[in-house]
Structures are given as structure tokens and as C-alpha cells.
């Protein structure tokens, strides 16, 4: 059996491959969970292995080009066109297959363990200004029901906070002078 070109759908522990030939046509259909589709893979000689660019390609592509493999990662959007029919694990391997040996495909680039480290620091710190924000527009959303107005921006409350904690005639009532102490900025 020789296998031209492989499309691999991606799964958090199962893996659904797709095995064509040198005409196109499927030879292979199988799932395997990780370390059997490297097993599969570590013996056979294919021309190109595609995935989907999405979580763990870059670590199931970087341990089959250690294998020898040529492996592409095609954004999940460009895939979509080469789904023949109904949404299955076997057909959108397939569709996989079909995709990575187009000439005009574009792909995504494998990304090291450093890239990925790097992206992930900006996501999380993304992710902590994004909560940031939300909990201060909420601070001033509860102040706004008491009557209390504050301009927009975290500097504005930092500011203004301790003032109208330390405000007797605030309309504030105990419980929420005691949150908006402790919540911290």
C-alpha cells in the first residue's frame, strides 16, 4: 500500500487518518490515539502529512518532522471548502488530504516550544487586562447605582476609590464599602 499524501483530523486523544495514493483516491481510513499514529507513521514513507492548525498541531508536527515527514498545518477555514459532505472525524481527514496538496494552499508554520511559550504569556496577560477591565466597569456600574459618577479608565477609579470609601455621607452601604476595599485593582 502506498500513501501518497495523509490528512490527519486532530482530537484531544484520538486521531482519524486518511491515507491517499498518488491519484487521489483513499487507501487508508483509521483512528489511532497518539502514540499508535506514531507508531503508524514512524515506518512509511509519505510525500506529505496534513493537519488542521489548531491545538497540539504543533506538537503532533514537529514529532513527525523528527520522523522525516513533510508536514503542512492548513488553517481550519481553508479546509472547510473540501468537505464533501456531512461533518464526520473520516471526512474531514479526508478533506485534509485533499487540501494540503493543493498548489496554492497556504499553510501555518510549525511553531517551536519558544513561539509557543511566547503566545501564551501574551494570551494570559490578555486575557488578566481583559478581567481587569471588566471587574473596574463594574466597580463604577455599582457606584453609578449610589449616585456616584467616575470618568472611564482604570487611573480614574484607582484615584477616586479611596476618597469615596473614606466619604461618610457616600451613599454607600457597608457590604459594599467592604467589597470595593478588599477587591483590589
Known amino acids: 500500500m502506498e500513501l501518497h499524501t495523509i490528512g490527519i483530523d486532530l482530537g484531544k486523544t484520538s486521531f482519524h487518518l486518511v491515507g491517499l495514493n498518488e491519484r487521489g483516491e483513499v487507501v487508508v481510513r ?3 490515539s497518539r502514540g499508535q499514529l506514531l507508531r ?3 515506518n512509511r514513507r509519505v510525500h506529505l502529512i496534513g493537519m488542521e492548525a489548531c491545538g497540539g498541531a504543533h506538537f503532533l508536527g514537529r514529532a513527525l518532522q523528527e520522523q522525516g515527514h513533510q508536514v503542512r498545518l492548513i488553517p481550519a477555514q481553508y479546509v472547510k471548502p473540501y ?3 456531512n461533518k464526520s472525524d473520516y471526512i474531514d481527514a479526508e478533506a485534509i488530504a ?3 496538496g ?7 508554520p510549525i511553531k ?3 513561539q509557543l ?3 501564551s504569556l501574551h494570551r494570559v496577560r490578555e ?3 481583559m478581567r481587569r477591565t471588566a471587574v473596574i466597569n463594574q466597580i463604577r456600574g455599582l457606584l453609578l447605582e449610589r449616585g456616584i459618577t467616575l470618568r472611564k479608565g482604570r487611573r480614574h477609579v484607582e484615584e477616586a476609590l479611596p476618597g469615596i470609601l473614606k466619604d461618610a455621607d457616600a451613599t454607600l452601604s457597608g457590604a459594599l464599602r467592604l467589597l470595593l476595599s478588599q477587591g483590589g485593582l
Open 30 to 32: 483509521k483512528q489511532f
Open 40 to 42: 503508524f507513521t514512524a
Open 83 to 85: 468537505v464533501k459532505t
Open 98 to 100: 485533499e487540501a494540503v
Open 102 to 108: 493543493r498548489p496554492t494552499m497556504r499553510f501555518v
Open 112 to 114: 517551536s516550544d519558544d
Open 117 to 119: 511559550d511566547l503566545q
Open 127 to 129: 486575557r488578566w487586562v
